[in-house]
Every structure is written in C-alpha cells, then in structure tokens.
C-alpha cells in the first residue's frame, strides 16, 4: 500500500528557509504524483503543492507560490518541499501525500506521519 | 476555488448512534469527493473515495452518498473508535480543497 516518512522542520525566524523530506517505500515512487497538505494550529486542512512522477509538472497554492518549491528524487525515493522566506501564517504541520487515482478522481493515501513547522521570532 | 462547506462542525453523540455528517460544494463536482478521518494527534487517513467507496479495511458502517453539490457521511452504529474529526475534500478542480472539518465528540 505505500509508506511515507517525513523529516526536517522545527522552529525558524520569519524570514527563514527550511527543507522539509518525504521518503516514500513500498510503491514505485516514480509513478505517482505526490503532494504536500498543511494544517496551522487548531485550523484545518489545506493543500499546498504537487508534482507528478517524473517532476515536469508542478503546480502550489497562491499562498506559497514564489515561496516554496517543491522537488522530487525518484532515483532516492524521496520527496522535498523547500520553504523559502518563511512567514508566522506558514506555521503548520505539513503532512506529505500520495495521490491515488481511482476511476479518474484522485484522493490522497497514504499520508505521512506530518512534520512541524513553526515561525516565530 | 470550490468552496466545502461542512456540517455541523461539532457533533455529540453517544455510542451505538447514527450520525450524518453534511457537506456542501459551492459548485458541482459530480463525485469527485472523499472523506478523511483524523483522530487526535494523528495524521489524516483516508476513509471514502468517490463519494461512496470504502477504503480498504474501512468497517461497513460508514456510508457516503450524494452527488454535485450536497454529499452526507453517516456512521451507523458509532463505535468508540469513530470518535474523531472527519474532512471532505473535493478533487474535481486542480486546487483540491478542504471543508473545515467535523469533529466528533463523546456526549
């Protein structure tokens, strides 16, 4: 079914970058497109960006876009999610994603296990 | 964007009831809408696909029904286990986005 473990994250200063990991197992990486969902504190969920398998196609949110980058490694297995000038509202758990693809209509399975960020000076 | 719109956005209730859980799209997305279990403290997991369809080892009695705007998830006969908060999610736009959860609560 697929496994997804996360890295990276902590406490940054706005301002500041952090480089968030994904290492995915038990599936051809490769094959699927892959995302990456937050949730600030007490708030809901809410998707960020995606990148499909072969990392030609990426699209983010209007709330990150010219701010984070996602990336991908699929001869590591690995998804990234690079946070550049960070802000107080980007704080959040930001959980890594599989899209599975079902009759044409995507849902996301598995999840990761989620990874804190947190900005504040 | 395609607004969700969940309700209510608490809910008590006892074990053994039956529960609805409401969801309302601000466009039609045919039955390009999921829902997600998220219990405390943990990350979300993925419960129905495709309005209706069962993830994999999901118990029976959750239920989804509806199509293009107005979608329900119902649990049966609730199980202390079911105590959580559940989000739909519509992927029929490329910007998937998220109601605002319902959380589930022990009355």
């Known amino acids: 079914e697929g496994q997804l473990v996360q890295s990276g994250g902590g406490l940054v200063q706005p301002g500041g970058s952090l480089r968030l990991s994904c290492a995915a197992s038990?599936?051809?990486?490769?094959?699927?497109?892959m995302n990456w969902v937050r949730q600030g504190p007490g708030k809901g969920l809410a998707w960020v960006s995606r990148?499909?398998?072969?990392?030609?196609?990426?699209s983010y949110a209007d709330s990150v876009r010219g701010r984070f980058t996602i990336s991908r490694d699929n001869a590591k297995n690995t998804l990234y999610l690079q946070m550049d000038s960070l802000r107080v509202e980007d704080t959040a758990v930001y959980y890594c994603?599989?899209?599975?693809?079902?009759?044409?209509?995507?849902?996301?399975?598995?999840w990761g296990q989620g990874t804190q960020v947190i900005v504040s000076s | 964007d395609v607004q969700m719109t969940q309700s209510p956005s608490s809910l008590s209730a006892s074990v053994g009831d039956r529960v609805t859980i409401s969801c309302r799209a601000s466009?039609?997305?045919?039955?390009?809408l999921n829902w997600y279990q998220q219990k405390s403290g943990e990350a979300p997991k993925l419960l129905i696909y495709?309005?209706?369809s069962l993830q994999s080892g999901v118990p029976s009695r959750f239920s989804g029904n509806g199509s293009g705007t107005d979608f329900t998830l119902s649990i049966s006969s609730l199980q202390p286990e079911d105590f959580a908060t559940y989000y739909c999610?519509?992927?029929?736009?490329?910007?998937?986005?998220f109601g605002q959860g319902t959380k589930l609560e022990i009355k």
């Open positions: 994603v599989r899209s599975r693809v079902v009759r044409r209509i995507i849902s996301f399975d598995p």
């Open positions: 038990e599936f051809t990486f490769s094959s699927y497109w």
């Open positions: 990148i499909n398998g072969d990392g030609s196609s990426i």
């Open positions: 466009q039609r997305i045919s039955t390009y």
């Open positions: 495709t309005v209706s």
């Open positions: 999610q519509q992927s029929y736009t490329t910007l998937y986005t």
